[in-house]
């Protein structure tokens, strides 16, 4: 039974957010945004990997007046939060990618824009004008319909490509297969042509997983990651590294940056939690190029650890998702409204004044 979404003033913390969304979504909805590769493993150690880390706070470290903003690819963000790139928003809400945007603008928080958007790239920009956004970026197997979408995202005004390297083959969700999941109610991948925006199911398994299976290249190299920085003057981070060795692999072939992200769980099970893998890569890249990080940030605490480990700034994706589906873009505006209230309150209680007072020696 579908439960009517209470008001999002009404609620504190963004667990409170996911566990009013998960009661109001349709049930294939609601298991598309939660679910985990295979046993979930990784699904939850991103979570639980947070909280197995402790603050060792500083006192007396005159903490009246903090500044929580931060720098990333050389520009100043008002504080160290992006929203993560989720595909097919409007399944939550009717208000969708373009309600993300304005929301996300008003929060002075850049929005990375999924290519399986269900609002194309230029409509989300022209819903919020003022804010700022990345295009996150699958490569096709049709070279010409990747390079289309690079050129598209620099007409409309993105400042950034995010090329996704960890899927190149969907990981198996057993409860998208379960459901069979599909695009409902006439909604597409709208940054595609109506033949390529088509998310549907035979029958037989997950359409997304036969649309991967179809249309994303597998093939992938590090000499793809060259081509793509050889279209444009744009920066190009490489979303879904877990490793020292790639992070140093991804900036010598032209990577702007990487973020540290296992696709939230739902790729490779018993994969390497984000926060976990955070520390190597961050030593690795050694301020040659920017590092963020993704997966399990819930509270203002989790971007303390981050940015103490080495991240620039955190993404996040599925808390995003739950704010669209109890209330829209207002759903997503006090989302993002508690967790930088959070991230305040921590700055404040670890003793630190901005972020370069977050080194590692605050974590044990």
Same mark, same amino acid.
């Given at each position: 039974?579908?439960m009517?979404?209470?008001?999002?003033?009404?609620?504190?913390?963004? +667990?409170?957010?996911?566990?009013?969304?998960?009661?109001s979504?349709?049930?294939?909805?609601?298991?598309?945004?939660?679910?985990?590769?295979m046993?979930? @493993?990784? #699904?939850r150690?991103?979570?639980?990997?947070?909280?197995?880390?402790?603050?060792r706070?500083?006192v007396?470290?005159?903490?009246?007046?903090?500044?929580?903003?931060?720098?990333?690819?050389?520009?100043?963000?008002?504080?160290?939060?992006?929203?993560?790139?989720?595909?097919?928003?409007r399944?939550?809400? +009717?208000?969708?990618?373009?309600?993300?945007?304005?929301?996300?603008?008003?929060?002075?928080?850049?929005?990375?824009?999924?290519? #399986?958007?269900?609002?194309?790239?230029?409509?989300? &920009?022209?819903?919020?004008?003022?804010?700022?956004?990345?295009?996150?970026?699958?490569? *096709?197997?049709?070279?010409?319909?990747?390079?289309?979408?690079?050129?598209r995202?620099?007409?409309?005004?993105?400042? /950034?490509?995010?090329?996704?390297?960890?899927?190149?083959?969907?990981?198996?969700?057993?409860?998208? +297969?379960?459901?069979?999941?599909?695009?409902?109610?006439?909604?597409?991948?709208?940054?595609?042509?109506?033949?390529?925006?088509?998310?549907?199911?035979?029958?037989?398994?997950?359409?997304? *997983?036969?649309?991967f +299976?179809?249309? @994303?290249?597998?093939g992938?190299?590090w000499?793809?990651?060259?081509?793509?920085c050889?279209?444009?003057?744009?920066?190009?981070?490489?979303?879904?590294?877990? %490793?020292?060795?790639?992070?140093? %692999?991804?900036?010598?072939?032209?990577?702007?940056?990487?973020?540290?992200?296992?696709?939230?769980? %739902?790729?490779?099970d018993? &994969?390497?939690?984000?926060?976990?893998?955070?520390?190597?890569?961050?030593?690795?890249?050694?301020?040659?190029?920017?590092?963020?990080?993704?997966?399990?940030?819930?509270?203002?605490t989790?971007?303390?650890?981050a940015? &103490?480990?080495?991240?620039?700034?955190?993404?996040?994706?599925?808390?995003i998702?739950?704010?669209? &589906?109890?209330?829209?873009?207002?759903?997503?505006?006090?989302?993002? /409204?508690?967790?930088?209230?959070?991230f305040?309150?921590?700055?404040?209680?670890?003793? /630190? %004044?901005?972020?370069?007072? #977050?080194?590692?020696?605050?974590?044990?």
């Open positions: 039974m579908v009517t979404a209470p008001d999002p003033a009404t609620l504190i913390n963004l +667990a409170e957010f996911e566990a009013a969304a998960s009661g979504l349709a049930p294939m909805v609601r298991d598309y945004y939660a679910a985990g590769a046993d979930e @493993i990784t #699904l150690d991103n979570r639980e990997a947070f909280d197995r880390i402790a603050i706070y500083h007396l470290g005159g903490v009246a007046d903090r500044d929580l903003s931060t720098q990333v690819l050389g520009n100043r963000h008002d504080w160290p939060v992006l929203i993560a790139p989720t595909a097919f928003a399944l939550a809400h +009717a208000d969708g990618e373009a309600g993300v945007a304005r929301a996300a603008a008003e929060a002075g928080v850049t929005q990375v824009l999924s290519t #399986l958007s269900t609002t194309s790239l230029e409509d989300v &920009a022209k819903a919020a004008p003022g804010g700022t956004r990345w295009f996150q970026l699958y490569v *096709f197997k049709d070279r010409g319909v990747t390079a289309d979408l690079v050129r995202a620099e007409a409309a005004g993105y400042q /950034a490509i995010v090329m996704t390297v960890d899927a190149p083959i969907l990981g198996r969700r057993e409860r998208d +297969a379960r459901n069979r999941f599909t695009l409902t109610d006439g909604l597409t991948a709208a940054n595609l042509t109506s033949t390529m925006g088509r998310v549907a199911s035979d029958g037989a398994d997950s359409g997304l *997983f036969q649309y +299976a179809t249309m @994303i290249d597998p992938l190299t000499d793809d990651l060259a081509w793509l050889s279209l444009t003057t744009l920066p190009v981070l490489v979303k879904g590294v877990v %490793r020292g060795d790639d992070a140093e %692999r991804a900036i010598s072939h032209g990577a702007a940056g990487v973020i540290v992200s296992n696709h939230g769980g %739902r790729q490779l018993t &994969a390497i939690s984000s926060i976990d893998a955070l520390s190597d890569v961050a030593e690795a890249v050694d301020g040659r190029g920017a590092v963020l990080m993704d997966g399990g940030v819930r509270r203002g989790d971007i303390v650890k940015l &103490a480990l080495g991240a620039n700034a955190v993404l996040v994706g599925r808390p998702l739950w704010g669209l &589906a109890v209330g829209g873009e207002a759903g997503v505006a006090r989302v993002l /409204a508690i967790l930088r209230d959070e305040d309150l921590a700055m404040a209680l670890c003793g /630190a %004044r901005n972020v370069e007072d #977050l080194w590692p020696d605050l974590l044990v």
